[in-house]
């Protein structure tokens, strides 16, 4: 009889230490630029309120994992969704079970690391001010781990409801919420749009030369508007975000011209791209999940909480 770890959502959340998960998530984005990772494109199941989507994946060093997530609207918050779900992470040798671990906190962070990266690799160097678009709980886990990388950045809130980007923007020492969208865009050379939306609620004409943005929301619809990604230039996580129709494809980058390039921001991290070429250049990455981020994010969950003694054990 064998044994596998329970970590709940506390726990989770506890062992996924921010560093360790975006130095855990770069190694995932440079697995697939190199064609090393093996993750089939997300399916999902489509019931009346929501999808259940299914992303089993495999990173060499890293393991071998898959998540169940739930997308429902969330009737405390009308117009609002809530990802919920469960991952487990397996033995990449003889694929034993060995943690099984709470989804929502874990997809939360590798999204917002995933955003970093992109950041780090394709904005100008020395940002002066970044805005985050949104103000639920993928907004807040980004202002989160921005603060934790370095809490001297200012950073500006912005989404439908002050109040809630105050609340966002408080785990920053350096943030702040202002009263619209645009006017936290416009002031930015870093974007980070992490919301819900159906329709784009980033226009064109609000981004400066040289701005970069990171994309990581919009799974019923774009964020960006169609001006934007005809100006920029376009960068996601796997080929599949531009080949693929939603839930596994960007809403963003269906039916590009002929000829437009999606360039792997793997590709970038591990030096084969050179990712951004001037500082006016306008650079998009659209996210749009894989398997193999939340392969790292177990990975780490995983190592920290066998450290720390944290867990659970269950039989198998």
């Known amino acids: 009889m064998s044994e596998m770890l329970f970590l709940d959502g506390a726990r989770t959340r506890a062992a996924l230490d921010p560093r ?22 997300r399916i999902a199941a489509r019931a009346p309120g929501g999808l259940l989507g299914a992303m089993p994946g495999y990173v060499p060093g890293l393991g071998l994992a898959a998540k169940l997530v739930s997308v429902f609207g969330d009737p405390a918050r009308p117009g609002r969704s809530r990802h919920r779900g ?32 992109s950041a780090r690799a394709l904005a100008r160097p020395r940002p002066e ?10 907004a807040r886990t980004q202002v989160s781990l921005l603060a934790a990388l370095d809490p001297t950045v200012p950073v500006v809130v912005a989404g439908r409801d002050r109040r809630r980007a105050e ?3 408080a785990p920053h020492p350096a943030a702040r919420a202002t009263d619209t969208v645009e006017a936290a865009v416009r002031e930015a050379d870093t974007v980070f749009c992490c919301t819900g939306a159906l329709r784009p609620v980033i226009r064109r004409d609000w981004l400066s030369p040289g701005t970069h943005i990171s994309s990581v929301g919009g799974s019923h619809g774009p ?90 054990p269950m039989a198998m």
Request: proline content about 5%; aromatic content about 4%; hydrophobic content about 50%.
């Open 86 to 117: 469960i991952v487990a992470l397996f033995d990449a040798e003889d694929g034993s079970p060995l943690c099984l671990m709470d989804a929502e906190p874990l997809t939360e962070i590798r999204t917002a690391a995933v955003a970093t990266l």
């Open 129 to 138: 001010r970044v805005a985050v678009v949104g103000t639920g709980a993928q």
């Open 167 to 169: 609340s966002a923007a």
């Open 223 to 312: 964020e960006v508007d169609a001006d934007t990604v005809r100006d920029a230039t376009l960068f996601a996580e796997w080929a599949g975000a531009a080949d693929t129709r939603p839930p596994s494809g960007a809403h963003e980058l269906q039916d590009l011209p002929a000829g437009r390039t999606v360039a792997l921001l793997g590709s970038v991290l591990s030096g084969r791209h050179p990712g951004r070429l001037d500082e006016s250049e306008l650079t998009l990455f659209k996210s749009t999940g894989h398997a193999a981020l939340d392969v790292a994010a177990a990975h780490v969950a995983h190592a920290v909480a066998v450290e720390r003694g944290w867990g659970r």
């Open 20 to 41: 360790r998960v975006v130095d855990a998530v770069a190694t995932a984005l440079i697995a697939i630029g190199r064609g090393e990772a093996s993750a089939p494109p």
